[in-house]
Each structure stands twice: as C-alpha cells, then as structure tokens.
C-alpha cells in the first residue's frame, strides 16, 4: 500500500524491474480500485503480488501494540507449483 503519492508514483516502474529481472507479475491497484480490493480508499494505491505473502506484525494486533524499537518478525508463504503450471 502507498501512504504518499509518490510512492505510488513509482510502483509502475518497480513492477516493470521484478517483471523483466524476475519474470514475476505483481499487479498495480490505483487508488480508484482500492476499496475493492481492500475494503479501503486511504490509500493511494497498492501493488499485489499474487503468489506471495506477507505479514507485518507491526499493524496486526496484538503486535501493533509493540514498542517502535522492539523486533520485527517478517513472514513470508508462497505456493509453490511448477513453471508450466
């Protein structure tokens, strides 16, 4: 999710980088789509990835409630399949 403008501004040509570095699709939501997707608009837009996952316990409860300074946990799930699948 973007929380400024120019954050968004710049989603397009990251997507472009994973794509042609990766051949891995992510998908850019502007702003106008957000509510659908997400059930918000705060946004300015978000990108998708849709095989991968992610957790930030950061904004999750009862995580959110942590000390700034505290460690951070990064969870991460993928699906794993075949190329040709």
Known sequence: MA???AHFDGYEESAALIKREFNHELR???????RGEIGSDIYFGGMVDETSAGLNPRVTSPASRM????PALACTIARASH???
């Not at 850019?28 to 957000?34: A, D, G």
């Open 28 to 34: 850019i939501i502007p702003k106008n789509e957000l």
């Open 3 to 5: 929380c400024k403008q």
């Open 83 to 85: 190329p040709s699948s």
């Open 67 to 70: 000390p700034r300074n505290a």
